[in-house]
């Protein structure tokens, strides 16, 4: 095992366990086997992105007050790189972990407080704004934030760049993302309509656009509206941290998430992580918290294998099982 080249670059464990520990304790079972683990903690656009982003760029950290999903509020985070570059997740405004499940109504929820966070980045003289938009409680067509940035005077002559981790177009955010986020049948169909009105007023129609669908539509809305250049989120963090350049310096990645399922492969992190890898030649393995993917899913992502590890102590050990694996 000595001199094994490991590059531990895993998502956060959503609403668990940041990125940043995930990889610590993967790269602490690995190291106690003795594998050289490097640990490269990344985001794909949902939760932890602007911490991904931080560490890549430097800069400040700023907070504000802003409204939450529900109308209360809350302090979201931006990122001031320095550089006329800002960054922000909408989770950290409008994220479903702010609401208490017993407190969620996917009706009410709104982007108002996404846009307050956008607003102040302009207003702080960012000239580039990149908006992670995993992780939302909200599936409002953006129609809060718009609002929000049109108090405030729109944007300026700043660009927007929204990191998106999801390919569903606009029309089909409430049925693929509302149930997650509390939505009752009766709901996704009243959602559906509401989305299909706000489109209808919008400047440029996103109905049918890929990834305009990314935090109930909020992708889309600043599209519409702004001409926000829709990106993938883990190909976007991937390039700021040098992703391509650690790999050369590399003989096995582990990666992760929350839960490997069917959206894995539709723009999450591990998705294009193992699709890098396969361009250099150096395979991939995951650890996630739940595994909800078949054999054949699993293949079509291009993974060696997959352990599940749902906390810090499995983590770890899961690292040291590999390493011995590799090992043998």
Same mark, same amino acid.
């Given at each position: 095992?000595?001199?094994?080249r490991?590059?531990?670059?895993?998502?956060?464990?959503?609403?668990?366990?940041s990125?940043?520990? %995930?990889?610590?304790?993967?790269?602490?079972?690995?190291?106690?086997?003795?594998?050289?683990?490097?640990?490269?903690?990344?985001?794909?656009?949902?939760?932890g992105?602007?911490?991904?982003?931080?560490?890549?760029?430097?800069?400040?950290?700023?907070?504000h007050?802003?409204?939450?999903?529900?109308?209360?509020?809350?302090?979201?985070e931006?990122l001031?790189?320095?550089d006329?570059r800002?960054a922000?997740?909408?989770?950290?405004?409008?994220?479903?972990?702010?609401?208490?499940?017993?407190?969620?109504?996917?009706?009410r929820?709104?982007?108002?407080?996404?846009?307050q966070?956008?607003?102040?980045?302009?207003a702080?003289?960012a000239?580039?704004v990149?908006?992670?938009?995993?992780?939302?409680?909200t599936?409002?067509?953006?129609a809060?934030?718009?609002?929000?940035l049109?108090?405030?005077?729109?944007?300026?002559?700043?660009?927007?760049?929204?990191l998106? +981790?999801?390919?569903?177009?606009?029309e089909?955010a409430?049925?693929?993302?509302?149930?997650?986020k509390g939505?009752?049948?009766?709901?996704?169909?009243?959602?559906?309509?509401?989305?299909?009105?706000?489109?209808?007023?919008?400047?440029?129609?996103?109905?049918?656009?890929p990834r305009?669908?990314a935090?109930?539509?909020?992708?889309?809305?600043?599209?519409?509206?702004?001409?926000?250049?829709? %990106?993938s989120?883990?190909?976007?963090?991937?390039?700021?941290?040098?992703? +391509?350049?650690?790999?050369?310096?590399?003989?096995?990645?582990?990666?992760?998430e929350?839960?490997?399922?069917?959206?894995?492969?539709?723009?999450?992190?591990?998705?294009v992580?193992?699709?890098r890898?396969?361009?250099?030649?150096?395979?991939?393995?995951? %650890?996630?918290?739940?595994?909800a993917? +078949?054999?054949a899913?699993?293949?079509?992502l291009?993974?060696?294998?997959?352990?599940?590890a749902?906390?810090?102590?499995?983590?770890e050990?899961?690292?040291?099982?590999?390493?011995? +694996?590799?090992?043998?």
């Amino acid at each position: 095992m000595t001199g094994l080249r490991v590059l531990v670059a895993p998502d956060s464990f959503k609403g668990t366990m940041s990125a940043q520990v %995930v990889a610590d304790a993967l790269a602490a079972g690995l190291a106690g086997a003795g594998a050289d683990a490097v640990t490269c903690p990344l985001a794909d656009g949902g939760e932890g992105t602007t911490a991904v982003l931080h560490a890549a760029w430097g800069g400040e950290l700023v907070r504000h007050t802003v409204s939450g999903p529900s109308g209360e509020p809350v302090v979201g985070e931006l990122l001031l790189a320095g550089d006329g570059r800002a960054a922000l997740d909408t989770a950290s405004a409008s994220g479903l972990h702010l609401v208490p499940a017993e407190r969620r109504d996917p009706l009410r929820a709104s982007t108002f407080g996404t846009g307050q966070l956008i607003a102040a980045a302009v207003a702080a003289g960012a000239r580039e704004v990149l908006v992670g938009v995993g992780g939302s409680a909200t599936t409002d067509g953006g129609a809060g934030a718009l609002e929000a940035l049109a108090r405030a005077g729109g944007i300026g002559d700043a660009v927007l760049r929204v990191l998106c +981790d999801v390919w569903t177009p606009f029309e089909q955010a409430a049925e693929v993302f509302g149930p997650q986020k509390g939505a009752t049948a009766d709901q996704v169909a009243a959602l559906t309509a509401r989305l299909h009105e706000v489109a209808g007023r919008l400047p440029r129609d996103p109905r049918g656009r890929p990834r305009t669908g990314a935090a109930g539509g909020l992708s889309g809305a600043l599209w519409a509206v702004y001409g926000a250049d829709l %990106v993938s989120g883990a190909d976007a963090v991937l390039d700021a941290v040098r992703f +391509d350049e650690l790999l050369a310096r590399t003989d096995l990645v582990v990666t992760g998430e929350g839960c490997l399922d069917a959206q894995t492969g539709q723009g999450k992190l591990v998705a294009v992580v193992a699709a890098r890898s396969a361009r250099r030649r150096v395979p991939v393995v995951a %650890v996630v918290g739940r595994r909800a993917l +078949d054999d054949a899913g699993v293949a079509r992502l291009g993974l060696r294998a997959v352990i599940e590890a749902g906390d810090l102590g499995a983590l770890e050990s899961a690292g040291a099982a590999l390493a011995r +694996d590799l090992a043998g």
